[in-house]
């Protein structure tokens, strides 16, 4: 009740409300069009938006025709790049939609001497990445040769065929697809790095160009205050099995 109380207090007192035109790409297990609600960081960007009055209409694209889309203000913005600095030139970032990603990297199992490679000589090492993401400058800089293909898919397939060295992937991302899209054999063949590369929080992100641009980031950024103040973030990631608290969604 002392959510939906604020609720109200807040679509009441919001200087407008209207509805949301937003972008976005498949990322299982996280958002996607043909998930059960189309994937927990949709439903917690929909609840926030209508925590404050507003409706949201999500489409769903390839990632780099999803952010061309929002860059050029052809829609509100999208969910949810991670925030770097040539997004910055174009758009208003909210607050950090949970859960973060987390960058890890996988070798081919029987790939033991780039694990030495990562330590002193990363310039021997072919790491995927994938057309339409955006790495940190530090990354990029490794030293390390780049590969890039059209989805994390690509790359797992890849590397468990022994074609590149490394992946980078978000780990839970990695183990959705190599638990639901990988063969017996492939699966096999995939090893995890245990330490982590980064840690990259999710955003929503509006066009500045778009009409009242920095209203519908304040009016973001307020609902989700209310999602997680209430508990109803955790809520939602343990329903769709990302956190330990909720029967987990089939997808």
């Not at 052809?74 to 973060?100: E, T």
């Not at 990562?118 to 339409?132: D, E, W």
């Not at 609902?223 to 939602?236: A, F, H």
């Amino acid at each position: 009740m002392k959510f939906l109380f604020s609720a109200l207090l807040l679509i009441s007192t919001a200087s407008f409300a209207d509805t949301i035109n937003l972008s976005s790409a498949d990322y299982l297990p996280f958002y996607g069009e043909n998930l059960i609600e189309q994937g927990p960081v949709t439903k917690i960007v929909t609840e926030a938006f209508a925590a404050v009055g507003h409706e949201v209409n999500i489409n769903f694209y390839p990632w780099e025709r999803a952010e061309t889309l929002a860059s050029e203000c052809k829609v509100d913005g999208m969910f949810p790049p991670w925030d770097k600095p040539k997004r910055r030139v174009w758009g208003l970032f909210s607050d950090a939609i949970p859960p973060a990603n987390e960058l890890v990297y996988y070798r081919h199992k029987s790939n033991t001497q780039v694990l030495s490679d990562l330590k002193s000589n990363k310039s021997n090492i072919t790491v995927g990445i994938v057309n339409g993401y955006v790495y940190s400058d530090a990354f990029l800089n490794s030293g390390m040769k780049l590969y890039e293909v059209q989805s994390d898919l690509n790359n797992l397939r890849k590397l468990a065929r022994q074609r590149i060295d490394l992946i980078i992937i978000d780990k839970v991302r990695a183990e959705y697809l190599i638990k639901t899209q990988l063969e017996e054999h492939e699966r096999a063949q995939i090893s995890l790095i245990e330490s982590m590369v980064e840690v990259s929080p999710q955003h929503l992100v509006i066009c500045k160009k778009a009409p009242n641009a920095e209203q519908k980031i304040t009016d973001f950024n307020s609902g989700l205050k209310m999602l997680i103040d209430s508990g109803r973030v955790n809520q939602i990631l343990g329903e769709f099995g990302l956190i330990e608290n909720e029967p987990k969604k089939l997808k």
